[in-house]
């Protein structure tokens, strides 16, 4: 009999970053991620490199894509260079016309996907079965699977189409989790409310974290001192 040795398999959640305004969300959550020990495979769309450049400044090249990674997740909120460090050694980057990449397949092994933000486009393409583009065949796939998909939905308001192919992607089986910030845990700057988002998204994917206060039953609570986190 054929004996196989053991080892340990690389399997990284899929970040997909459509073109809805949401990027710091997406840098959030990634470096989440990464400070939880996860490895990340990170497809960005055409739209969302438009997204990222007007409100970030920074244009994601495929030749230059870890540099530009680097600059993008070193950014705050605010637009402040530098207010973050990130050890990018363990992200892979798949272009998203490359249909063959790795997670276009159900073979390739992965923890589940993060859609970060998820533009109603990005919603109906999914909810649809599309796969005009690596984000949605990622999507297709990993629903196919039966793994995690998470889909941060940032627009609003919501018409009635978006909402029926929402509640088509939460029979699926993804969870559908609007990009809406809470005040509970105390957000004294605009960092504060985009870590609540990326915090909830690594919540629904089971991933430890410490990017905002939880609620522990105490009225006031978001008067007191923050956490370091």
Do not use: N
């Not at 398999?9 to 959030?28: E, F, K, N």
């Not at 090249?61 to 600059?71: K, N, P």
């Not at 793994?147 to 929402?166: D, F, M, Y």
């Not at 960092?191 to 905002?212: E, K, M, S, T, W």
């Amino acid at each position: 009999m054929e004996r196989y040795e053991h080892t340990t398999q690389r399997r990284p959640w899929v970040v997909g970053v459509s073109g809805a305004s949401g990027t710091p969300y997406a840098a959030a959550v990634v470096r989440g991620l990464l400070a939880a020990g996860e490895a990340v495979d990170l497809v960005v769309s055409r739209a969302s490199r438009l997204t990222l450049l007007d409100e970030t400044g920074i244009a994601f090249r495929d030749a230059h894509w870890r540099d530009d990674l680097r600059a993008w997740l070193a950014l705050g909120a605010d637009g402040k260079p530098a207010t973050f460090d990130a050890d990018v050694s363990d992200v892979r980057y798949w272009a998203a016309g490359d249909l063959a990449a790795g997670p276009s397949s159900g073979s390739y092994p992965v923890k589940g996907m993060l859609i970060v933000p998820a533009s109603t486009a990005c919603v109906a393409g999914v909810a649809m079965g599309l796969s005009k583009d690596l984000l949605q065949r990622v999507a297709s796939v990993t629903l196919k699977e039966r793994r995690p998909l998470i889909v941060a939905v940032r627009e609003t308001p919501l018409s009635g189409q978006t909402l029926k192919q929402l509640v088509a992607l939460d029979e699926a089986g993804a969870v559908v989790l609007p990009a809406s910030p809470a005040f509970y845990a105390g957000a004294t700057h605009i960092q504060d409310l985009v870590d609540f988002v990326a915090g909830r998204v690594l919540d629904a994917a089971g991933v430890p974290h410490r990017l905002y206060r939880r609620w522990e039953g105490e009225l006031g609570g978001a008067s007191g001192p923050r956490r370091a986190g």
